[in-house]
């Protein structure tokens, strides 16, 4: 039967609520970094969140920000933070007690990053080295993290919509600053939010597969 639990993560200076979703048998977990503007409520994020758990993988998706800290707009870009927050979570998952009892405890991690989540997902990789088994980046920012890219080790999928022609560029870049095993997929006529009927889809699908490949290894 599956598991699913509300959560509250403490963290330094903050306690993030997050949703716990752990599939029978689940053999590694995916934590959500949302982006700006939103938080774990996304129904994007939670789109690709139940088709993971469909094939065996545990999701996460917590708030980054508090609502108090996300009242003030420089927060959703404040790209340490947010690493910092998402360092501190993965830990909170990785050994705490309470994460213990939810079954989390001991299992491969990744990342799944929406826009600037996307840069706050790869700095926490590169933080936190081989603790990381992949990112999938969809929509993301991954040239707000710039200076850690070239430190990421985990495999990293960039996902960005055909139409998305800005972000499309700044995915290039980052991708070229990339060391890590690593691919750029361009979804055909979607745009930023992958909206267009059948895109979502198409970003669950590569996600999917790309954490099956790489957190199966582990």
């Given at each position: 039967m599956q598991s699913e639990k509300s959560v509250n993560i403490d963290v330094e200076s903050a306690v993030?609520?997050?949703?716990l979703v752990r599939p029978p048998g689940a053999k590694s977990l995916v934590i959500f970094a949302h982006g700006s503007g939103s938080s774990r409520l996304s129904t994007r994020n939670r789109f690709v969140a139940q088709?993971?758990?469909k094939e065996g993988i545990a999701t996460l998706l917590?708030?980054?920000l508090t609502e108090e800290e996300d009242e003030t707009y420089e927060n959703r870009f404040d790209i340490p933070l947010l690493t910092d927050r998402l360092v501190s979570v993965t830990h909170w998952v990785g050994v705490d007690a309470r994460a213990k009892k939810l079954g989390t405890l001991g299992l491969p991690v990744g990342y799944f990053g929406a826009s600037?989540?996307?840069a706050a997902a790869l700095g926490a990789a590169a933080h936190l080295d081989a603790e990381v088994g992949a990112v999938v980046s969809r929509g993301g920012r991954p040239d707000l993290a710039m200076e850690s890219l070239a430190e990421v080790r985990a495999p990293t999928l960039l996902i960005v919509g055909g139409r998305d022609d800005v972000v499309i560029e700044l995915?290039?870049?980052a991708y070229a600053l990339l060391k890590a095993e690593k691919e750029l997929s361009i979804v055909p006529g979607a745009t930023h939010l992958f909206e267009e009927p059948g895109a979502l889809e198409e970003v669950a699908r590569l996600a999917s597969e790309w954490f099956k490949k790489y957190l199966s290894k582990r």
């Open positions: 993030l609520p997050g949703d088709q993971l758990q917590f708030d980054l600037t989540g996307a995915n290039r870049k």
